[in-house]
């Protein structure tokens, strides 16, 4: 199994601000991902975070407003850039530790508020 | 990716068995089923796997017939707790492989 954690678990921001997320996980993964919950709604997948390389976004998701970065196998960060209250939503990490492991692991997740 | 189909929502009582079905017509050779359910306020937890026949763990059941159209999660005697989202999932689910969450079915569990 994998224990994640975020950073910040909750934050208000003003629009036009920019928030980093932060993703630890206590052993080195294989994959990382990068989800989004809006309230009452299921999760999004935003985008594959690569150690060592660009991370491959999703249709809808682009890299100018969610940059990605994976300095290593146990930890990355998301940044919510030039922020809207239409950012407003919960942004999870998710890891599957390994190429021939089909469980994924979730974080707590990191609440997000744009006013 | 397989689309999927589950119900909305269902409701059930304490002690009863629950039977969540999902459809998945397009389901490929090499696609596994997989359930994960979500509380309130937490991240989704993998619940079960399976390929075909019926699969067993310590929290549910997994039914897929023959032509793995369609599965069906079983929660035997739920709980208050057990009230949650439970999504399914159909896709290679390993390596490189991504996995895209459907709308799910909220279970509401009464007393």
């Known amino acids: 199994s994998a224990v994640i954690s975020q950073k910040p678990s909750r934050d208000i921001c003003q629009r036009g601000t920019s928030l980093t997320i932060q993703c630890q996980v206590d052993s080195q993964v294989t994959m990382m991902f990068w989800y989004r919950q809006q309230p009452g709604q299921s999760l999004t997948l935003i985008a594959t975070?690569?150690?060592?390389?660009?991370?491959?976004?999703e249709s809808g998701f682009v890299i100018d407003k969610f940059p990605i970065s994976r300095p290593n196998l146990t930890f990355s960060t998301l940044t919510v850039s030039n922020m809207s209250p239409e950012d407003s939503s919960i942004y999870l990490c998710?890891?599957?530790?390994?190429?021939?492991?089909?469980?994924?692991?979730f974080g707590p997740g990191t609440r997000l508020t744009v006013t | 990716l397989a689309k999927t189909t589950q119900p909305i929502s269902m409701d059930s009582y304490e002690g009863q068995e629950v039977n969540i079905t999902c459809s998945h017509n397009n389901i490929a050779t090499n696609d596994y089923i997989t359930w994960y359910q979500q509380f309130p306020s937490q991240g989704p937890r993998f619940i079960i796997q399976g390929y075909k026949t019926k699969v067993t763990n310590e929290v549910a059941s997994l039914f897929i017939p023959a032509d793995r159209k369609s599965s069906t999660l079983s929660l035997p005697r739920v709980s208050l707790s057990d009230t949650a989202v439970y999504y399914c999932l159909v896709g290679e689910h390993t390596g490189g492989f991504k996995t895209i969450f459907g709308a799910g079915t909220r279970l509401f569990v009464k007393a």
């Open positions: 998710s890891v599957r530790p390994g190429l021939h492991t089909y469980e994924q692991y």
């Open positions: 975070a690569n150690q060592g390389s660009e991370a491959t976004y």
